[in-house]
């Protein structure tokens, strides 16, 4: 369990290979391979500064890696920024940044990828098509939502949670990456998020959880791995470990 | 349109599920709702008092003109929506139809025809709300201080392209464009109801106008959802110039001639009429029919002050005091 090597299998939906980042002087992370299994929950663990967020970051496109190597649906995928991510089928569920407030819930589950009418040069929105497909998309995933015309401003931090990774899982995405989506909710809502992360797994989307919360992590995720002071140090299936066996991973304590 | 608009003054009652909107009793009661109307409301009160203080404010004639003077008023508004709608604001936009006015004055009296005159001043205008886009975009200057710059910077252009002289525009198209009839109005209502048209349906109808709103209320959001906002505000900034261009145009017919003098007033009417319109000043809100309605309560304030005989030194004060109170409702805007 110690060393943490594996050949990209076939199972893998996204994976690294020798991965390092690097900010100037400040290393991020080194040599980190990781994967995350198609249609599981995968998470990713570890302290604060561990190199976790950075890491995801690099999957996804945000940041360039310094070295090694991302493989995405088996296939050697470097992606150069979030777009060419969100174009092979990886959508991120951003910690504050996923919604617009002044705009309506169907607004933002459309936002940048509109349905639009073209009439020659000039491409008019389908404002319908998109409340009826909005309606849809929550129903689908069983979300509460008492109008898609309401604007997001009035909604909860559930709510809203709730509706950006509606948003990452209806544009059909193959793997959807969620960086802690409940750090900021109550109990209740909590549990309706993670309801509604089983939900899509169980659609066979496939899903990459980066939290604190050990308990939340053994609840919802298939695998877990776990990063220390920028090193991959283990990985465990979520079956199989305990509580204190993650905190003795994750401090170092084991 | 059948279909209800999101961010118009319209939906107001977007918080209530759509199957139950609230009464009319509610609806009045609801600070909130007489702020996104607030243009409206102002509009019918002022149509109400003058047209009892003075009846002729409500004859036809006084209404056409009425009309006409708003024009300009009303397409400059809408340039100055799409820049508010982003959360900046365009403070070179009067300074901007002074240099069109110029450079159509002089194009047409080097004597290049005038329609070349017309396109050149457009696309001078367009070139500095591009400009003032590139500004704030790529050289990260707040959008105050830049148009403030560019305010001043194309004051002193006009002023030294035109060496302060009029320059007088003979022109029979310009005179029928400002004097010419189709149906009840005269052609610059008629420019300034095909400007919010197009302004409306760029706003709520295409991807453009979405981005914009995004842009506006959340701008980092905006960006991490793969909106490119810097594009979208320059996009904003250059339609503001566009529309200083045709002001330029409808200035030019209106007076006969191009000045290098700016109005400052339409500076401080355009934002005034935003304002009244119930666009937020701090972006993400907006709508069209609002600022333009915004711009007519304006120009029927000074023009009912005007048939009072009110001397106009207190036409300034009227406007000021309007535009604050409108402010003040507007913090019960939700």
């Known amino acids: 369990m110690s060393a943490v090597h594996h050949i990209p299998s076939s199972e893998a939906i996204l994976a690294c290979e020798g991965l390092s980042k690097h900010f100037g002087g400040i290393r991020a992370f080194t040599d980190v391979a990781f994967q995350a299994r198609r249609g599981e929950v995968t998470a990713v663990i570890g302290d604060n500064g561990a190199g976790k967020s950075t890491l995801i970051r690099c999957l996804v496109g945000v940041h360039v890696p310094d070295d090694g190597e ?148 053994r609840r919802l995720s298939d695998q877990i791995w776990v990063m220390r002071a920028g090193k991959m140090v283990a990985t465990v299936r979520a079956s199989e470990t305990s509580g204190n066996e993650l905190v003795a991973l994750v401090t170092g304590a084991a | 349109m059948s279909t209800p608009e999101q961010n118009a003054p319209a939906r107001v009652t977007a918080g209530a599920a759509e199957e139950s909107r609230p009464s009319l009793s509610a609806l009045l009661l609801d600070p909130s709702f007489w702020a996104d109307w607030a243009s409206v409301v102002g509009l019918v009160g002022l149509v109400i008092v003058f047209g009892i203080a003075q009846p002729v404010f409500l004859s036809v004639a006084n209404l056409q003109a009425l009309l006409l003077a708003a024009a300009i008023l009303v397409v400059l508004s809408i340039g100055q929506t799409f820049v508010v709608a982003t959360s900046g604001i365009d403070l070179s936009l009067a300074a901007a139809v002074m240099l069109g006015a110029i450079i159509l004055g002089l194009v047409n009296a080097a004597g290049y025809g005038i329609f070349l005159a017309c396109l050149l001043a457009v696309l001078a205008t367009s070139a500095v709300g591009f400009l003032n ?76 106008g979405v981005h914009l709103l995004a842009t506006g209320g959340q701008t980092e959001s905006a960006n991490a959802l793969g909106i490119r906002t810097n594009r979208v505000k320059i996009a904003a900034y250059t339609i503001s110039g566009f529309c200083a261009g045709i002001a330029a145009i409808l200035l030019v017919a209106r007076i006969g001639s191009a000045e290098p003098l700016i109005n400052t007033s339409l500076l401080l009417n355009s934002v005034a009429a935003v304002v009244l319109g119930g666009v937020s000043l701090f972006g993400g809100r907006a709508s069209i029919l609002g600022p333009a309605i915004g711009a007519l309560m304006l120009t029927a304030l000074v023009n009912g002050l005007t048939l009072l005989s009110v001397s106009a030194f207190y036409q300034p004060l009227a406007v000021g005091a309007i535009v604050v109170l409108a402010a003040l409702i507007m913090r019960y805007q939700k």
Request: net charge positive; with cysteine.
């Open chain 1, 70 to 217: 991302i493989f995405f649906d088996g296939q050697p995928k470097p992606f150069g920024n979030p777009d060419e991510a969100r174009k092979a089928g990886i959508e991120t569920v951003h910690q504050n940044l996923a919604l617009i407030d002044e705009l309506t819930v169907a607004q933002n589950l459309f936002l940048n990828r509109e349905i639009v009418r073209r009439f020659g040069p000039i491409a008019l929105l389908d404002r319908k098509a998109m409340r009826t497909q909005a309606r849809a998309m929550l129903s689908r995933l069983s979300i509460n939502m008492p109008s898609v015309n309401q604007r997001v401003r009035r909604l909860s931090g559930g709510q809203r949670q709730a509706i950006s990774i509606c948003r990452a899982a209806g544009s059909g995405a193959k793997l959807v990456v969620m960086d802690e989506p409940t750090a900021a909710l109550g109990v209740q809502e909590t549990a309706n998020v993670e309801a509604l992360i089983r939900r899509l797994r169980d659609q066979g989307v496939s899903v990459i959880l980066v939290s604190h919360n050990f308990d939340q992590v």
């Open chain 2, 133 to 208: 886009g590139l500004l704030i975009t790529a050289g990260r200057i707040p959008d105050f201080v830049v148009t403030l710059g560019t305010l001043s910077g194309i004051t002193g252009l006009g002023l030294i392209l035109s060496g302060g002289e009029p320059t007088m525009v003979g022109s029979t198209f310009l005179l029928r464009l400002a004097s010419g009839h189709f149906g009840p109005f005269g052609y610059p209502v008629w420019v300034a109801i095909a400007a919010v048209i197009v302004a409306h349906i760029a706003l709520y109808h295409t991807r453009f």
